[in-house]
């Protein structure tokens, strides 16, 4: 049974600074996406990432997929208010439904 | 450009009570699916659909039931609603098995 572990689940970061958001997996996968929700919302795609080694950027946020590690990180660089939601890695095992992480919900504060 | 719409956004039922939940897609995918998200839990897969007609079961599909007869809907009924139900319901769609999720809003539901 796949699991799907993110962490941390909670984050309190200041205006400006840096932080990573990790994805643990149980299951070898090679695709894995994440989703943003802000409060009351619904899920939004951010990041598709579909081989090893793989690595997207949109913005302040980055995210990489290291297959062999079984492990995704979402980077946030310089954060900013905007940025405060609820992310979420979800893992793609092929021919069945994606497994979702729990959510860190990343609150950025001045 | 929803593409995929759920149905009720919000609803208040009584312990005991059957609903159904319904979610509408414009998008022709062949996939549906239900997820229920509580705090502390994540997403929870209940049931999905991988055609017309077929379906399969989810980690916490106990206390639920689906019916897909046409590509466009999926339908998620709670046979006798409980307390435990209480949660915001969410329906994906997807073009194949392995492209992400495009979701619905999300119906909030309460069962007192």
């Known amino acids: 049974e796949l699991k799907v572990e993110q962490n941390p689940l909670f984050l309190s970061m200041q205006e400006g600074k840096n932080y990573t958001i990790y994805c643990n997996y149980s299951t070898t996968s090679d695709r894995l996406y994440w989703y943003r929700q802000d409060p009351g919302k619904s899920l939004e795609s951010l990041f598709v990432?579909?081989?090893?080694?793989a690595v997207k950027q949109e913005g302040r946020l980055m995210a990489s997929l290291d297959t062999k590690a079984r492990l995704s990180t979402l980077h946030i660089t310089a954060a900013v208010h905007d940025l405060s939601a609820t992310y979420f890695c979800?893992?793609?095992?092929?021919?069945?439904?994606?497994?979702f992480g729990k959510g860190t919900r990343l609150s950025v504060i001045a | 450009d929803a593409g995929i719409t759920q149905s009720p956004r919000h609803k208040v039922t009584e312990t005991g009570t059957p609903v159904t939940l319904r979610c509408h897609q414009t998008e022709n995918h062949r996939y549906m699916y239900w997820y229920r998200q509580d705090p502390g839990h994540g997403l929870r897969l209940i049931h999905y659909s991988y055609g017309v007609k077929d379906t399969d079961k989810g980690e916490v599909s106990d206390g639920y039931s689906v019916s897909r007869s046409k590509t466009e809907d999926f339908l998620l009924t709670l046979e006798s609603a409980t307390s435990s139900q209480t949660s915001v319901y969410f329906c994906?769609?997807?073009?194949?098995?392995?492209?992400?999720?495009?979701f619905g809003s999300g119906t909030r539901l309460t069962v007192v």
């Open positions: 979800a893992v793609d095992m092929g021919n069945t439904p994606l497994v």
């Open positions: 994906a769609i997807s073009a194949t098995g392995g492209r992400g999720y495009t």
């Open positions: 990432l579909l081989s090893n080694g």
